[in-house]
């Protein structure tokens, strides 16, 4: 027996990234090939990459320069630039790197092992028309009780700083039977906790029975799937957030009180500049009517600041919606100017400002984090055990709230969801004591 070729993976970006890096390592696994944390142990090193803004994409070049060394030791090494950079950039990416030996794009990634076996051409960033997913192997499991699952893929919104309508392509939703059966798989496997993935998630319209389901029917079927305890969804745009799915956040118990419903600005002026396609006010109203369907529901959101024509008074209106709204969590991005999209054609802000409001925003935002967390003390909240902590006897796992939670459990198990009463709230996790029962 020769020893298994082994595989380094790295994945940039989005949980999308991650839900297609565990799908090529389970192809991968299909030729042979096991992973390995150690790049320098490698027959192949897949780099899974994310075009979003610019420090995101640079960090592939930067990383492809430190394997420069390796690959020259090491020439029977192969590297593949995978995910939205090789998408956006293509051949352009070896032109930069020769090291490179094959580009596969976000949409092609099922072909990886034919093309590592050197059956396809080594660049490969079609939107093939077959169902990718259909053509992967199944579902291996074995990474504990969470998993991600993508449901939707692609964009058709076109915000005007945004590359991914570019990077993922149209719309599309997966028929609700495979989500069904993937899910199905993954609890199999011992996975509890599943989120539902897609750039648009709350558009989902896939094939079921019936005709298109919308994501609350997919979230119905899903919630009555034995052995499956939670739900969530992400990330989802404020106008796709309908009446059913509201309704969904009352009345479905295995759907987590979080949700992640991205904003970006609170100023109208650039809300529309943008093209997001809604007021400051609406936004403001749909967040009263999930909290009316769901009062206990933690919101978050992502932020960019110093967008092209921002002034003071557009932050200000920003400031004043994130007070207005109290977020458990939020991800805040200085703008950053991407190649083909609307946006890059306009003047922008001056950089210092832009940085200068973004620690304001994030101070903000660090304070509102911190304060639903303290709000949590004293109070029992479900937990489900990720793994082993830091300390001995101790299990680390995630609230319905997704919050970090410690507890001293020296009988806890990985997988099991218990009560835990939280007894403190430190910057960005809790601590408690496990209830029986
Ligand atoms: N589909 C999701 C977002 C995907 S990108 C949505 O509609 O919300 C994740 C986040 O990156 C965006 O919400 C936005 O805040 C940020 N982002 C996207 N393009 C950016 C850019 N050009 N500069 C800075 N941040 C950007
Ligand atoms: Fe990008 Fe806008 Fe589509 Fe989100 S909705 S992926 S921000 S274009
Ligand atoms: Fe990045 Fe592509 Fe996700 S650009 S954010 S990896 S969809």
């Known amino acids: ?146 998993a991600f699952l993508t449901v939707q893929e692609g964009c058709d919104k076109f915000c005007a700083f945004c590359v991914v309508p570019y990077t993922r392509g149209a719309e599309v939703s997966r028929p609700a039977a495979r989500i069904l059966d993937e899910a199905r798989a993954l609890v199999a496997k011992g996975v509890r906790d599943i989120t539902l993935l897609g750039q648009n998630v709350n558009a989902y319209h896939g094939a079921g029975p019936g005709g298109d389901w919308t994501l609350a029917r997919l979230l119905r079927e899903l919630a009555a799937v034995e052995g499956l305890a939670r ?46 396609k809604h007021t400051s006010a609406q936004y403001l109203a749909l967040i009263d009517r999930i909290r009316a369907a769901r009062p206990d529901i933690l919101l978050s959101s992502d932020f960019i600041v110093g967008f092209p024509g921002e002034t003071d008074q557009d932050f200000a209106d920003t400031m004043a919606l994130i007070r207005a709204v109290g977020y458990g969590a939020a991800y805040s991005f200085k703008y950053s100017a991407r190649p083909g999209t609307p946006a890059a054609e306009r003047p922008e802000v001056d950089s210092a400002v832009a940085d200068a409001r973004l620690q304001e925003l994030q101070a903000l935002i660090t304070q509102q984090q911190r304060a639903a967390q303290d709000a949590i003390v004293g109070r029992t909240v479900g937990v489900l055990y990720e793994k082993a902590g830091r300390m001995p006897g101790q299990m680390v796992g995630k609230s319905d709230h997704l919050q970090a939670v410690h507890v001293t459990d020296p009988a806890g198990k990985v997988g099991e969801l218990v009560h835990v009463r939280v007894l403190a709230s430190s910057s960005n996790s809790l601590s408690g004591e496990r209830i029986p029962g």
């Open 231 to 276: 739900l969530r969804y992400t990330t989802s745009h404020p106008n796709d957030m309908a009446d059913d799915l509201i309704a969904a956040h009352g009345d479905l118990p295995k759907l987590m009180p979080y949700l992640h419903l991205p904003v970006q600005s609170g100023s109208d002026r650039v809300l529309k500049a943008m093209n997001r």
């Open 1 to 146: 027996m020769t020893d298994p070729k082994k595989l380094f993976l790295k994945t940039y970006g989005c949980q999308m990234n991650v839900y297609d890096s565990e799908r090529m390592a389970e192809a991968m696994a299909a030729d042979g090939y096991v992973q390995t944390d150690v790049a320098e142990d490698a027959d192949l090193v897949v780099l899974n990459t994310c075009h979003i803004r610019e420090k995101a994409s640079e960090k592939l070049y930067s990383d492809l320069g430190r394997l420069r060394p390796l690959k020259a030791a090491k020439p029977g090494l192969k590297v593949a630039v995978a995910g939205c950079v090789a998408q956006a950039e293509g051949a352009e990416i070896q032109r930069r790197m020769p090291l490179v030996d094959l580009v596969v794009g976000s949409q092609a990634y099922h072909r990886l092992p034919a093309m590592v076996r050197g059956n396809r051409a080594a660049v490969d960033t079609d939107f093939p028309v077959e169902d990718r997913f259909d053509l992967l192997p199944a579902r291996s499991g074995g990474r504990g009780p969470v």
